[in-house]
Structures are given as structure tokens and as C-alpha cells.
């Protein structure tokens, strides 16, 4: 399909932001863009598990479901509770595990406190995309362009924020994220998009500080992960972007 140039660009997209997971029941996914956002730090880790070689990555909810998942040694369990590795588990859930060596070609079993949770809260969204820091201008770019060559097609950012509570580091992304879409295309932000926005605005010259400020990353910083707020704090690391295709995240770049 010929796609269209930004000169003939009309109309608004929507864009919305989703506090938690929960709330994603009562937004009309349908039609519409989810992008799932966990920086602490499901959407980091897939991120760059995918950037790393790794397969495909299955989402799953829980351990037990994540152990009848894994059929043979091209599979490698992964993910946490708590912040910590799950017993029996191959890797957790830090982007700095993820390394080629080890995840190259592999298919990933994984399972989180919330990011998981976020993905499949989003099961009937038309496309579903994961984003960070580390993948931001990929990820936006990719919306502009399927903005220009498709109809249509709102966004919905959603949050996985902490056991049910809003996360101040996914809202800052999200933020971001609309941040820059604005500037470029034509939206319509709710009222909770606008709060992301400003959230960002407010800590967008110091997002380590923020990462280390917010609620999660004390949290994971006091278990002697602060290593891992550091690695997510970084922007444009790749433009490796997961998205969601029959219940798993394959890799696409940004300029496909």
C-alpha cells in the first residue's frame, strides 16, 4: 500500500493514557493501538531481550503456566515476583540477564508482577506494542508512520504500574511518548494523556532521578537492583520495537 505523505495527513488521533491494567477493562481497545509501557521493567527486559536475539517472547500470568509452557531446552524461563527471580526460573526480570549469548535464538517463557498482567489486558487491541526509554523514538516513529499509512487508528498507552497502583515511571513514559507524538501529528489527548504529559514535563531533565524517586525504584534499588534503573534510564538505546502477534512479541524496527 502506497503510503501517504505528511502533507496529506488529516484528522486527529486520539490518544489516551491507562493508569493500571484494570482500568483497561473499561477502554474500548477495539480499533485502536495499545501500547503497553512497564519500565521497572517487563517492557525493558523484552525489549532488549528481543534486541539480543531472542525468538519470541510468550507472555504468560503465572509461574505454573510459564512451567507447562516449557517443552524443551529452546525455551528458557524467565521473569519475577517481587522484583526477584522466580525459583526454578532461568533468568529474572533485569535487561542486563538478557545478554546474546544467552537468550540468542531462544524462545522466552515469561511472567511478571505486572507487565505480563498489562499485556494481556490488552488481548483485543487491533495491534499491541511494547515500549521504554530505551526504544522511545523507535516506538513513536512507528506510530507517526502507521498514522500516514493507515486509517483511522487511535492509541491507548497502557501503564502496568505497581500490584494495581499507579506507577509515577510508566505515566512519565507515557508522558513522553505523547510528548513527542503531539509535535508531529495532529491529537486529541484525554484528559489523562495530558496528565501524563505533564508529569513528563516535570521530570524530563533528570529521568534517572526519577527512576530512583518513584515508589518501584526504591523498591528494586533496596533489593541491590539499582543497576537495573540505570540501564532503563537510558534513551534510544534500539529501535527494536516488540509487538504482540497471536499471543507472543516477535521484533519489528522502526523503519518497517
Not at 489486558?121 to 487491533?126: D, E, K, L
Request: charged share 25%; with cysteine; glycine share 8%.
Amino acid at each position: 500500500m502506497e503510503r501517504k505523505s505528511a502533507g496529506n495527513f488529516s484528522g486527529d488521533v486520539r490518544i489516551d493514557v491507562v493508569f493500571i491494567p484494570e482500568m483497561a477493562a473499561y477502554v474500548d481497545l477495539s480499533g485502536k493501538i495499545a501500547l503497553v509501557v512497564d519500565i521497572l521493567r517487563a517492557s525493558s527486559t523484552i525489549t532488549m531481550a528481543l534486541a539480543n536475539g531472542a525468538r519470541c517472547v510468550l507472555p504468560v500470568l503465572t509461574p505454573e503456566n510459564a512451567f507447562a509452557e516449557y517443552h524443551d531446552e529452546s525455551f528458557l524461563l524467565c521473569g519475577e515476583r517481587h522484583g526477584k527471580r522466580i525459583e526454578g526460573f532461568h533468568l529474572g526480570n533485569s535487561p542486563l540477564e538478557y545478554r546474546p549469548e544467552i537468550v540468542r535464538d531462544k524462545k522466552l517463557i515469561f511472567t511478571t508482577t505486572n507487565g505480563t498482567r498489562a499485556f494481556h489486558a490488552c488481548s483485543n487491541a487491533a495491534e499491541l506494542l511494547m515500549g521504554c526509554f530505551l526504544n522511545k523514538q523507535g516506538v513513536c516513529d512507528y506510530l507517526v508512520q502507521s498514522k500516514l499509512w493507515t486509517s483511522q487508528r487511535d492509541i491507548a498507552i497502557v501503564c502496568a504500574g505497581k500490584e494495581g497502583n499507579v506507577g509515577i515511571e510508566d505515566l512519565v513514559f507515557a508522558g513522553l511518548c505523547v510528548y513527542t507524538l503531539k509535535a508531529k501529528i495532529d491529537v486529541e489527548l484525554t484528559d489523562a494523556a495530558k496528565i501524563a504529559c505533564l508529569l513528563y514535563e516535570y521530570y524530563s531533565t533528570d529521568i534517572l532521578r526519577m527512576l530512583f524517586d518513584c515508589e518501584h525504584g526504591r523498591y528494586l534499588a533496596s533489593i541491590g537492583l539499582a543497576e537495573d534503573l540505570e540501564f532503563c534510564a537510558q534513551i534510544d538505546v534500539t529501535n527494536v520495537i516488540p509487538i504482540g502477534r497471536e499471543g507472543k512479541l516477535s521484533k519489528i524496527m522502526s523503519n518497517e
